[in-house]
């Protein structure tokens, strides 16, 4: 890392410290906060934030829309027995979602070895399993928990539509026992009167969130983003939990 890179990198820790400091004391704390998706920036935001991100299902995956998450959702059991290629991801074989693999970029070569390729299925297969079995133990606990969701640009210009389809989601969490829980969907700051309106006497336990743009699809963990959109909200939204490791390599944080 070269001196302007070191300084810069310095300038930005501590004026995350600062934020920290002098932030006000968080509206609502929660055991767990989880992320939803619909793709990696909740948790790269979180990562960025806390500097810590505990492992759940839906962390690094890519989901086509709301209903495609209530559908997996339901039927947790299915999800992850099986995975066709979606470079540089894998798709479920039968779910609409994505997830990363552990191996790099280089495996999806047309050179690669296909070995390296079917070692990385493998691993995805084991990890989903056991990120299964947590997501089932957590629901059966009387934990707190707040899940993340960042509707698509596609669902922020439909609000009944999301309104409806995250009182689904809900009904979705709670079927699979989650009891002590919130949602809390990040839209975009244009959008937020709208959706507001719509859940205004839902009753739901529902939060809503903004932020001033969303970032693009190929680059969630480069930006353009609103770092201190996110900052806000992660202030506003605590959590108790804490890693058991302070050493450890998280994905996209090398």
Same mark, same amino acid.
């Given at each position: ?18 934020? *920290? ?26 990562? /960025? ?33 099986? =995975? ?25 070569? @047309?050179?690669?070895? @296909? %070995?390296?390729?079917?070692?990385? *299925? ?27 969701? *960042? ?8 609000? /009944? ?9 809900? *009904? %979705? ?48 963990? %480069?930006?353009? =983003? ?11 939204? %605590?959590?108790?939990y804490k890693p058991t490791s302070k050493h450890k390599k998280y994905k996209f944080n090398q």
């Amino acid at each position: 890392m070269n001196l302007k890179k070191s300084v810069a990198k310095r300038v930005t820790c501590f004026s995350d410290w600062l934020d *920290k400091l002098f932030a006000p004391a968080p509206l609502r704390t929660y055991n767990h906060i989880i992320s939803l998706g619909f793709n990696c920036e909740v948790a790269f935001q979180f990562l /960025e934030y806390h500097k810590f991100l505990e492992s759940h299902l839906f962390n690094w995956c890519y989901t086509y829309g709301i209903r495609d998450l209530i559908k997996a959702i339901q039927s947790l059991d299915s999800i992850g027995k099986d =995975f066709k290629p979606s470079p540089p991801m894998w798709q479920d074989a039968v779910h609409m979602i994505n997830f990363h693999g552990r191996g790099h970029a280089k495996i999806w070569k @047309p050179d690669a070895n @296909p %070995a390296l390729l079917q070692e990385d *299925k493998a691993e995805l297969i084991s990890r989903v399993a056991h990120l299964k079995e947590k997501f089932n133990k957590l629901a059966n606990s009387p934990e707190t928990i707040l899940f993340v969701y *960042k509707p698509h640009l596609e669902e922020l210009g439909s609000p /009944e539509s999301l309104a409806a389809d995250s009182l689904e989601l809900c *009904k %979705a969490l709670s079927s699979r026992g989650m009891k002590e829980f919130d949602l809390l969907l990040v839209v975009t700051k244009d959008t937020l009167p709208v959706i507001q309106a719509q859940f205004h006497k839902s009753g739901a336990n529902i939060i809503i969130e903004s932020v001033s743009r969303h970032a693009p699809i190929e680059s969630v963990t %480069a930006g353009p =983003f609103d770092k201190a959109g996110w900052r806000r909200i992660w202030a506003k939204y %605590a959590t108790t939990y804490k890693p058991t490791s302070k050493h450890k390599k998280y994905k996209f944080n090398q």
